[in-house]
């Protein structure tokens, strides 16, 4: 069958559920609806396609739950409503692994892959090899069996011989099919290898959100990979959004039950599990290769099985080749585009391909020697600590940043390190004068790994945290939940200049041509010395600065005055009160009339707000109650700002009037702001918060715990950006 008839087939199955709005009458209708499910996870997830939209998927997903409730004797362990499961209070059982998962041999240069090349020539009995290379992923390892094509069991390395059960959280991996056609191959069951990951992106949303809470972040993705993996709460592991991939088939029994494991090369020996074609195979989600049953006899071959079963195996990033330069320019070719792709690799593992040649060259207790690992140049250096600077932030709160002699790491040098607080300081056990392990992790922001405490002479220093503000000289402060110390002066300069640049910043009052540069030359200049200053600028003066010309200081003066129309939400944003983000602002905006308002409300009745908690409500009660931010509103209401509402600008007539709108994840196309003003435009309102009064809920990419809300009540609708932008063009 073609990959279009295929995919027509299953589309229309599709169709069938989708206009049916009933349930499976039968446990076998519910596997049909489950294949459904199946196929479409498969295009999404492994092919990177989405043949019916979201909510189309959450329709059909819904379906089956609801079925599934009402016949809970006939769910089944891979149905994709199985994927999350209870939260662990115990410790993970400890498992023993059908093969022992070794590590590798390492190699570092050309020189070296000679060296093994020749050797493994010389096992072979002095005949050809043929070798396969593909990316060392920078993960967590994992060893994972199917029976019966099911995902029965999931194991972390431990020791090798004995690892974690994590079955429970492997099933978070989006990508790790619950279940996988090995049948068609005529294996019963099946242990395979693989590299669980936290892809870059992933990883650095996942830091900002550590450092938000006040938590120190992870150094790699590689450790934020293996920390997930170990987590009691299922549900936590799949926010976090790790991917497997999968290289290595360890162990293969057929389905006639004669066991054939493989304790010599870990790789099962193919010509025992041969089996004759099939002429008709079953239909599967997969969309090629139907009508294979034979068990390949190559490593790359095992990697494109792995893959037309639904894992994502390295098919499109290995190598075949014959001979051992081809090896080093593959190898080449990824050092030099690492950076490129989404995920960490630290090198390239370079394997005999021919299965049977496997066997032959067997293994030493601690590696294969049909494997070598070759390593990149490390992304790790080593400098000496020589001093901390604390910097006082916008809300006060002081970063110790480590001044190292500049190292180069990766092509970058680096010189100045964030040590975030000083919990991470006493947890990496750093000393003025040590000698320091420095990791830059793809375009990261680089980390102290730890000190080498081995290298220490006796004239390390501890460092000293300030109990003064650096900037002020006021006492500094901090919270019993808290790593982080403030400086609580308000008139503090460094905060000031910070207020002010925040103020002026993108997402605030947005004054183009006013940048952090402008902002702090102005306040060392004496020129600007709070918020309101913006406005009483000294043009003459300015015009007198080096650089300033008439057009740039017109330039700045016409945006500073464009600045006093924007709305109340931008202004509220850029006072920079902690914890009111964006989404905060935009709520108070709509519950007052004008920002003063904001000054008689309790923090008992700021908490009545939607998405308001006690710690934000006391942040701005605490705000509103200091005569000075009052005093300087005022003054800036003066200044001709508008601190009252605008007038509801609901569009009336509008297609989208009285309908509700809420945003969320990172849209592709348009600006989060840019979409609300549309939906405005049309007549619809912004809600801050998922509540039964929303209308549509639109997704963006890595949607977070409103989705999940949202998804809780039947009457969202919820769209994708392109949803909506129909909805736009069809209303207007
Ligand atoms: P090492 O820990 O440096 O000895 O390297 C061995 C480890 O590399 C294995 O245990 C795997 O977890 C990991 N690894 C990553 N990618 C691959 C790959 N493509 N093939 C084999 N091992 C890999
Ligand atoms: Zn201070």
């Not at 989708?18 to 997830?45: N, T």
């Not at 500073?560 to 129309?565: A, D, L, N, R, Y």
Request: aromatic fraction near 8%.
């Amino acid at each position: 069958m073609t990959d279009y008839a295929h995919i027509q087939e299953w589309m229309e199955k599709t169709r069938f559920w989708l206009m049916e709005e009933k349930s499976p009458g039968s446990p076998a209708e519910a596997e049909i609806l489950r294949d459904v499910l199946r196929f479409h996870e498969y295009q999404y997830y492994h092919l990177d396609r989405a043949l019916i939209t979201d909510p189309e998927y959450d329709r059909l997903y819904k379906m089956l739950e609801a079925w599934e409730k009402a016949n809970p004797g006939s769910v089944t362990p891979d149905s994709p409503t199985q994927r999350v499961g209870k939260s662990l209070n115990t410790q993970f059982a400890t498992v023993t692994h059908l093969v022992p998962m070794l590590s590798l041999d390492n190699s570092y240069n050309a020189s070296d892959l000679y060296d093994w090349d020749r050797k493994a020539k010389e096992l072979a009995g002095n005949s050809m090899i043929e070798y396969c290379i593909e990316p060392k992923y920078d993960g967590a390892s994992i060893s994972i069996i199917y029976e019966n094509d099911v995902l029965v069991r999931s194991a972390t390395r431990g020791d090798g011989v004995q690892g974690d059960d994590i079955t429970v959280n492997s099933r978070q991996i989006r990508n790790l099919p619950l279940r996988a056609p090995f049948s068609r191959y005529g294996i019963q069951s099946i242990e395979i290898r693989g590299e669980v990951v936290m892809t870059k992106k992933a990883f650095e949303g996942f830091n900002l959100q550590l450092m938000e809470n006040g938590q120190p972040p992870l150094a790699n993705p590689r450790n934020a990979a293996a920390g997930t993996l170990r987590m009691k709460d299922p549900a936590e592991v799949g926010r976090r959004k790790l991917e497997a991939f999968l290289y290595h088939v360890s162990y293969v029994s057929q389905i006639s039950n004669t066991q054939i494991p493989n304790s010599n090369s870990q790789i099962p020996n193919s010509k025992n599990i041969l089996k004759e074609d099939s002429t008709e195979a079953p239909l599967e989600f997969g969309v090629s290769n139907f009508g294979i049953s034979k068990i390949p006899t190559t490593h790359s071959g095992m990697l494109q099985m792995l893959w037309d079963c639904g894992f994502r195996s390295p098919v499109h990033e290995m190598k075949v080749s014959a001979g051992i330069e081809g090896v080093i320019d593959h190898c080449n070719l990824y050092e030099a585009k690492r950076d490129d792709l989404p995920y960490e690799i630290d090198g390239m593992v370079v394997k005999v391909n021919n299965l049977d040649q496997q066997d032959q060259l067997g293994m030493t207790t601690h590696h294969p020697r049909w494997a070598i690992a070759y390593k990149f140049k490390a992304r790790q250096g080593t400098s000496r600590l020589r001093g901390v600077e604390f910097q006082v932030g916008r809300t006060g709160a002081v970063t110790p940043v480590a001044k190292i002699d500049p190292v180069g790491i990766g092509g970058v040098t680096v010189g100045s390190i964030s040590i975030h607080n000083e919990d991470y300081i006493k947890e990496k056990d750093l000393k003025l004068g040590d000698t320091v392990v420095v990791e830059r992790a793809g375009d990261v922001i680089p980390q102290i790994v730890r000190s080498v405490a081995e290298l220490r002479t006796g004239t390390e220093k501890e460092i000293v945290f300030p109990q003064t503000c650096p900037v002020c000289q006021s006492a500094l402060y901090k919270e019993a939940d808290e790593a982080v110390w403030r400086c609580i002066n308000v008139e503090c300069e460094a905060q000031v200049v910070e207020r002010i640049i925040h103020f002026v910043s993108k997402d605030a009052l947005d004054i183009r041509s006013f940048g952090e540069q402008q902002v702090r030359r102005f306040y060392e200049l004496g020129l600007l010395k709070d918020i309101p200053g913006i406005y009483k600028l000294d043009f003459d003066r300015i015009s007198t600065l080096e650089g300033f010309g008439k057009k740039s200081v017109e330039n700045l003066r016409l945006a500073i005055e464009q600045s006093k129309t924007q709305p109340l939400h931008r202004i509220i944003y850029g006072l920079g009160i902690r914890h009111v983000g964006e989404t905060t602002a935009k709520m108070l905006a709509q519950r007052i009339t004008h920002l003063l308002d904001l000054k008689a409300l309790t923090v008992d009745q700021l908490m009545q707000l939607e998405d308001i908690g006690p710690k934000v409500a006391s942040s701005i009660y605490g705000f509103f109650q200091n005569i000075k931010n009052i005093q300087m509103l005022a003054e800036l209401e003066n200044l001709g700002l508008t601190l009252r509402r605008a007038e509801q600008t609901t569009v009336e007539g509008g297609k989208l009037e009285g309908q509700t709108f809420l945003f969320t994840g990172t849209l592709s196309k348009l600006k989060r702001s840019d979409a609300e003003a549309m939906a405005e435009k049309a007549g619809g309102k912004i809600l801050s918060g998922v509540s039964s009064k929303l209308n549509y809920l639109i997704v963006g990419e890595d949607a977070g715990s409103k989705l999940e809300k949202a998804k809780k009540i039947p009457t969202i609708r919820i769209l994708t950006e392109e949803e909506y932008l129909n909805l736009l063009a069809y209303d207007n």
